[in-house]
């Protein structure tokens, strides 16, 4: 049971410069999430969905857009990369039952 | 504006002895409370959970306390271990299943 799964674990890309970031679960969770988590600043919520084909805006979504392509999948795409994206970006699953499940993290480095 | 609060940035205990972590909240609304912990480099993890309807939540070694009128939860560790040294991150939930955390406090356990 691999739980939330997210790909790349690593990734260096330069200013301007465009990308996506995969998770998916298998817990058969309504609601998904995507965190930011930065030195002093704790982890701070992008996007998240509270079922298949809803998504709202967390504290810090400028600079993001999301995709809940199905139950399982919900991406994270920076259209246009910016240094202050620095970060290492966790997806989490729940339901109301549940508390979240996370992932083991991307860290994305914005040249 | 930080409706969860960890003032604490990091706390040093010693072995065998009981680890206090505390959080504050602003928000009234807040249903569901919850604690995670962290090592470097992996996803949070859950810990324990209190409904707003307790005061109090017991699972081995840690306890959650929560006071509703003072907007206040506590995590007692007791007795500390070394396993326990992490990041520990304090949540709250609200109605619509959005989950806030606070900014983590870094627990050290002296040998």
């Known amino acids: 049971n691999a739980g939330v799964t997210q790909t790349p674990k690593f990734q260096v890309l330069k200013t301007g410069q465009s990308m996506t970031l995969q998770c998916a679960q298998d817990?058969?969770?309504?609601?998904m999430y995507w965190y930011r988590q930065d030195p002093g600043m704790g982890l701070r919520l992008i996007y998240y969905?509270?079922?298949?084909?809803?998504?709202d805006k967390g504290e810090v979504p400028n600079g993001y857009n999301v995709s809940r392509l199905n139950k399982r999948e919900f991406s994270l795409r920076l259209e246009s990369a910016a240094p202050s994206q620095t970060s290492v970006y966790f997806c989490?699953?729940?339901?109301?039952?549940?508390?979240?499940?996370f992932g083991d993290g991307t860290r994305l480095s914005i040249l | 504006d930080q409706q969860v609060k960890q003032n604490s940035p990091s706390l040093s205990v010693q072995e065998g002895r009981i680890s206090i972590l505390n959080c504050d909240y602003t928000?009234?609304?807040?249903?569901?409370f919850l604690w995670y912990k962290k090592y470097p480099a992996e996803g949070p993890t859950f810990l324990i959970s209190?409904?707003?309807?307790?005061d109090k939540n017991e699972d081995g070694r840690f306890t959650v306390f929560l006071n509703k009128s003072a907007k206040h939860l506590s995590l007692h560790i007791v007795p500390s271990q070394p396993g326990d040294s992490a990041v520990y991150f304090c949540?709250?939930?609200?109605?619509?299943?959005?989950?806030?955390f606070g900014k983590g406090t870094r627990l050290h356990i002296l040998p």
């Open positions: 209190i409904s707003s309807i307790k």
């Open positions: 817990m058969n969770h309504n609601s």
């Open positions: 969905s509270a079922s298949e084909g809803t998504t």
């Open positions: 989490a699953s729940s339901d109301r039952v549940q508390p979240q499940h």
């Open positions: 949540a709250a939930r609200e109605r619509d299943d959005k989950i806030i």
């Open positions: 928000n009234s609304m807040f249903d569901y």
